[in-house]
């Protein structure tokens, strides 16, 4: 996928409340802000990636009250685009804005943009700007995580080397009171990827359970604040929550943000989460982690089965990006067996007698029990659910903090190595058969 024009940017550990502010910006050179507060938003900046067609880059800073701004884009030193606006009023706080006409991927690029107030005038310039894709990266604990904390960081950081159009800026979290026009502060500039990284802290902290709000809420944001050039309904990515040992007290509740991260529909794009992709990581387990468990180490696998999401979604290919999850439930008459039809071939890596369950519910109570995995074809598998003497009312898969060891579910896709993600479905329409058989 990742042609020699291809480029990304990555704007990463950019947290909700880390948003703009005029001060601090000691970081920045002296080219990038005139004395008269003439200057590019905090992460206009050398080496930086603007979002490529069909979208137009936004470019926007700080300057005096009604000047004239005209930015202009250079290519080999050649003025290829000229785009002028006024800087707003006081009230405005001071703020002048241009969206560039869409541009291919590529580059490099020169912006420079002149402030123009009576015979005076201010440039400045950034330089080795490349159109590409911007994707936003953020989260929590995990998110925090150092190359170097992960599973062959020498490799990775080796190999960065080759991946020049990559360019990767790192947003300072911080917390403010109301909503800020510019980022506080940038922990890392705009820059290629080199083998050295800068080294954050990670804390730990509680997971938002209205995730798909935080999404509707973030594209929101992003449409508004790019004057439409966002799209409304951007593709978002993220990743299933991993395994956890984490005793009794979340045995069910670290399922449920599972299944929450999905709003209750095991997969993902869906109804209520249109153009997104996930990745799901149950089987991703650190039991060793010297960062908890909670921090698994293995970010590649992660890392590409979003991928996959990422060029399903957002670059349209036909590709296979979730494991497996039943399409029909089927009670099969008088032989105690639940019959899973999938929607995609399936392989079965290990049989699991505990996996799957079955609830099980008399007239007054329903309980959990182990539906063992039976017979299975390309796109089927049984369940013997003979255990279930009552009215077996629904199912669930890998419902529990730490399902299985490292990459050994016992379900994943036949080709992949995606695995079956968990869900919770109920059994309906059980046969005349089976009812028959459990009135007695
Ligand atoms: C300032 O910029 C304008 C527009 O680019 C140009 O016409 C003018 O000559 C410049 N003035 C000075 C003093 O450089
Ligand atoms: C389960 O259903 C599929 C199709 O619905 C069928 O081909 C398969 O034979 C069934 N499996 C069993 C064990 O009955
Ligand atoms: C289901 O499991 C029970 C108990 O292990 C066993 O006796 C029975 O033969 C199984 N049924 C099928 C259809 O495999």
Redesign the pocket.
Known sequence: MIASEFVLGLVLRLFLQAHVSAGGFGLFSSDKVGYVGFRFASYIDDYMVLQREPAGAVIWGYGTPRATVTVTLCRDQEPIMKKGTRVKGKTDSNTWTVVLDPMKPGGPYEVMAQQTLGRINFTLRVHDVLFGDVWLCSGQSNMKMTVSQVFNATGELLNTAAYQSVRILSVSSTQAQQELEDLAKVDLRWSKPTSRESNVNFNRDLYNCTFPLLIDDWRQTFHDGSQGQTERLFPFGFVQLSSYLSGEALHDGLPQIRWHQTADFGYVPNQRMPNTFMAAAVDLCDRNSPFGSIHPRDKQTVAYRLHLGARALAYGEKLIFQGPLPQKIELLAD???LNLTYSQPIKVQRRDDKIFEVSCCSDHQCKWLPA?M??FSTQTL?L????CHDTPAALRYAWTPWPCEYKQCPLYHLTSTLPAPPFIAPITNPSPGYHSRTAK
Not at 384 to 387: C, H, L, P, Q
């Open positions: 032989t105690g067996l063992p039976d017979t049984a013997n659910i003979t255990s």
